[in-house]
């Protein structure tokens, strides 16, 4: 059995052919350190210029805002450490939501840690953050707002622009966590008030290891790394050059057909969700149904373990994930299903499917089909579930 199916995306992306092709050269011939004068140098560090230009070309501002990292971790405790820090004497008040990635809620943990207040918004049973509810969160001393853009479990996309608007007369810095949302969906910073965005390679057919920080204009922000002059000084250490060049190919990319994609995959996922509401008893989408991301799928099934499945899954040829995290042996639901409302028996059986401009409709449907077969399994080893069944035939 050689089929694969990959269907999780959010996870990490395959990296595309053109972007690998474009990469090569930096990897072999064109190895120079690009803070290097001679020509070998300087190739180098106009194929920086080149990425920065290609990035800044999607979210519509100037190379200048870009800052390359490491990904989108590095990102995400830059804005977030590197604000708290330089602004500590105009406050300590952090707002961020309660379902953003453990790069954004670890970081607001040792911000706390360090005598920093955190406010963690609830999100309502879909996953949104009520602008409402950030407004009337917000102090004279709040320094920093960290809300996602769009959620990397159940899709949900946030109301980045509201939030903007709201916060435009607020001295506080927005930033947003885009790394599932950029290539994905257009993302205006400069238009939004949004003023530090992070973002992901490996999200969006790059390179891992390789992200950016966008900094918006008039916005301070301290460097994170110290050591040489690089990133104007902003951020140490040797570029990762190759990485850098295949991001800026990947976003090249991504943006050519980026509305194309998102209508496509939007029916795709949609038949997908049709299909397993329809065909298999006891589930319950999460996450929205408008304002989703175009390529995510998550749905939870009971009387099943999502982790099961996902093994059962794996054995058919198809990659998906539970969104369940393990952490020190032991196997703990998504702190984000939590958030939404759902008893721990229905995060546990949560599956996530994140779908990607190569899937097809003959992959749902494979992938429906033996979804389907692997609960039925799973479930008639359950005595819950035939406890549940007899009790349904009394009645
Ligand atoms: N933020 C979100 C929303 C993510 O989904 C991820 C990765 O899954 C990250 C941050 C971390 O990005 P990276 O893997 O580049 O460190």
Redesign the pocket.
């Known amino acids: 059995m050689n089929r694969r199916i990959y269907l999780d995306n959010?996870?990490t992306t395959r990296i595309s052919d053109e972007v690998l092709e474009t990469m090569m050269p930096y990897l072999r011939e064109e190895y120079g350190n690009p803070s290097s004068i001679y020509d070998l140098g300087a190739d180098n560090k106009r194929a920086l210029l080149t990425a920065r230009k290609q990035i800044a070309g999607v979210l519509a501002c100037q190379p200048q805002n870009i800052y390359f990292t490491?990904?989108?971790?590095?990102s995400?405790n830059w804005a977030l450490i590197g604000i708290a820090e330089s602004r500590a004497d105009q406050g300590r008040h952090i707002i961020t939501s309660r379902i953003?990635?453990h790069?954004?809620l670890n970081t607001c943990k040792y911000l706390e840690k360090r005598g920093y207040e955190i406010t963690r918004l609830d999100v309502d049973e879909q996953g949104f953050v009520q602008p409402e509810r950030l407004r009337r969160a917000l102090r004279s001393d709040t320094i920093l707002v960290s809300v996602?853009t769009?959620?990397?479990e159940i899709g949900t996309i946030q109301p980045i622009r509201q939030i903007g608007s709201l916060l435009k007369n607020h001295p506080a810095v927005f930033h947003t966590?885009a790394?599932?949302a950029f290539g994905h969906m257009p993302l205006l910073p400069g238009q939004w008030g949004v003023d530090l965005l992070?973002a992901?390679?490996?999200?969006f057919h790059g390179p891992?290891g390789c992200?950016f920080l966008y900094v918006g204009e008039g916005v301070k922000l301290p460097p994170f790394l110290h050591g040489g002059k690089q990133e104007r000084d902003m951020r140490a250490g040797t570029e990762n050059v190759p990485g850098i060049v295949g991001m800026g190919k990947a976003a090249e990319l991504a943006a050519v057909q980026m509305k194309n994609r998102w209508q496509r995959q939007t029916s795709l996922r949609d038949y997908m969700i049709h299909r397993i509401e329809t065909e298999i008893p006891y589930c319950r989408l999460n996450g929205p149904r408008q304002n989703r991301l175009a390529n995510n799928v998550n749905m939870s099934f009971s009387y099943v373990e999502g982790e099961t499945i996902v093994i059962m899954l794996d054995m058919e040829g198809i990659c998906t994930s539970s969104a369940s995290a393990c952490s020190a042996g032991q196997s703990e639901s998504s702190h984000v299903l939590r958030e939404i409302g759902l008893p721990e028996e229905l995060a546990k059986g949560a599956l996530r499917f994140t779908l990607n401009e190569e899937t097809t409709r003959e992959d749902i449907d494979y992938t429906v089909e033996k979804l389907k077969e692997a609960v039925e399994k799973s479930r008639k080893l359950n005595p819950r579930y035939a406890s549940f069944l007899k009790l349904n035939e009394k009645r």
């Open positions: 959010a996870a490491s990904g989108g971790t590095e995400d953003e990635h790069a954004v996602m769009a959620n990397n966590d790394v599932q992070s992901s390679s490996h999200k891992k992200g």
